[in-house]
């Protein structure tokens, strides 16, 4: 049952990279409309209609199990060991699913990606919120990135190699949009080295 619950979450994460580029609609108030706040420094680079969490502590955008689930719960204190535990549990289409909810469980989801075997499988949204997230919301997304980059993937063939590329792009218009602080503009500087040295631009 833990093996089929894992890889259909891993379906769900291989589809959410995939589908990245394209609409997300139904996700209410979430999603990026004509003249919403303060978008990020890169945002021209995303594309329109582009589904955007809220990425501040609070409720989710919609009810879901997960904000009564012990582990989450635990988990969004930030202990490095809940967090380990949380991404070996759900694995990055777990964690992509509390991502989308916004709220706590968002950033919860964006602390434990890191820790996840296939946190690849995210790279491509994460890269996505990169350039579409307000300002203000941007650290946590961007040392996600940071996090899931520095190990390299362990597969022999890569989970979804396309999704470094689009990371590496990504990063680049960031980096390059002169909108960073000094400290966020050094880690998206760190992550992009990461997506080098892994072998992985196109």
């Known amino acids: 049952m833990a093996a089929s619950r894992n890889w259909s979450r891993l379906a769900v994460g291989v589809l959410v990279g ?3 580029s394209g609409c997300w609609c139904g996700r209410g108030d979430s999603e990026v409309q004509p003249g919403a706040t ?5 945002t021209s680079a995303a594309a329109p209609g582009i589904s955007v969490p809220r990425l501040r502590p609070g409720p989710p955008s919609r009810p879901s199990p997960l904000s009564s689930d012990p582990l989450w719960a635990e988990a969004a204190a930030g202990d490095t060991l809940d967090l380990g535990r949380l991404a070996d549990r759900e694995g990055a289409g777990g964690l992509l699913e509390g991502l989308e909810l916004g709220g706590t469980l968002a950033l919860t989801a964006l602390q434990a990606l890191p820790h996840a075997e296939d946190g690849e499988v995210a790279l491509r949204r994460l890269c996505e919120l990169v350039a579409a997230v307000p300002s203000d919301e941007l650290e946590p997304v ?3 990135v940071h996090g899931v980059v520095a190990r390299p993937p362990r597969q022999a063939e890569k989970l979804d190699p396309g999704g470094y590329a689009a990371c590496g792009g990504a990063l680049d218009r960031l980096v390059q949009s002169g909108a960073l602080s000094p400290s966020l503009r050094d880690l998206a500087l760190s992550a992009r080295q990461l997506v080098d040295e892994h072998g992985v631009r196109r």
Do not use: F, N
């Open 38 to 42: 303060s978008p990020g420094p890169a």
């Open 18 to 20: 995939t589908l990245a």
């Open 142 to 144: 961007l040392r996600a």
